[in-house]
T-cell receptor, first 118, second 112 residues
Framework: AQTVTQSQPEMSVQEAETVTLSCTYD???????LFWYKQPPSRQMILVIR??????QNATENRFSVNFQKAAKSFSLKISDSQLGDAAMYFC???????????????FGEGTQLTVNP | KAGVTQTPRYLIKTRGQQVTLSCSPI?????VSWYQQTPGQGLQFLFE???????NKGNFPGRFSGRQFSNSRSEMNVSTLELGDSALYLC???????????FGSGTRLTVV
């Protein structure tokens, strides 16, 4: 079974600074997807960024980028120019790419609570 | 484009009762998944439905069940509620799960 580990329960960053959230995972599969989700106090999980394991290029979405190290099974999220609205719980998630017909589930890490200080 | 809608937002039930939660996915999304979120266990997968068929199930007792209708709307049911069932229940829909899932705001269930 796959596992996802986020070793930083809490992180803080100053507004406009850069912060990196860590995520490691364990899997025997070679093809999979990785996601970062953000959960603000409104409770809705919001997709921040996704990475396909077969792509070597790191995904980027505006101020959000990842450092995907497949051999090390590491998938960290970098937030540049942090804004107050970035404050939330961040979850790293894994999904097998075995195929749509085999069903799908997300395996989540424990989460990292990010505080942005003005 | 409307998002994933979950109703109700809050629910208080008594031990032993049963409860039904509803989820309306984004139009066109045929995959609906349910997750339970608690402070102790984190986010755990309950089950996934695709075109009215359950195609994946997590490690939850049989008290937890679900179904999906022809319009892709889904319901989950919990029978004989226990205090430990108190949680945030999140629903997610997907057109192509490799692209990611869109979540609703969840139903906060409190069992007293």
């Amino acid at each position: 079974a796959q596992t996802v580990t986020q070793s930083q329960p809490e992180m803080s960053v100053q507004e406009a600074e850069t912060v990196t959230l860590s995520c490691t995972y364990d899997t025997s599969e070679s093809d999979y997807y990785l996601f970062w989700y953000k959960q603000p106090p409104s409770r809705q999980m919001i997709l921040v960024i996704r990475q396909e394991a077969y792509k070597q290029q790191n995904a980027t979405e505006n101020r959000f980028s990842v450092n995907f190290q497949k051999a090390a099974k590491s998938f960290s999220l970098k937030i540049s120019d942090s804004q107050l609205g970035d404050a939330a719980m961040y979850f790293c998630a894994y999904r097998s790419a075995r195929g749509e017909t085999s069903g799908s589930r997300l395996t989540f890490g424990e989460g990292t609570q990010l505080t942005v200080n003005p | 484009k409307a998002g994933v809608t979950q109703t109700p937002r809050y629910l208080i039930k008594t031990r032993g009762q049963q409860v039904t939660l509803s989820c309306s996915p984004i139009s066109g999304h045929r995959s609906v998944s349910w997750y339970q979120q608690t402070p102790g266990q984190g986010l755990q997968f309950l089950f996934e439905y695709f075109s009215e068929t359950q195609r994946n199930k997590g490690n939850f007792p049989g008290r937890f069940s679900g179904r999906q209708f022809s319009n892709s709307r889904s319901e989950m049911n919990v029978s004989t509620l226990e205090l430990g069932d108190s949680a945030l229940y999140l629903c997610a829909s997907s057109l192509n799960s490799g692209r990611g899932y869109t979540f609703g705001s969840g139903t906060r269930l409190t069992v007293v």
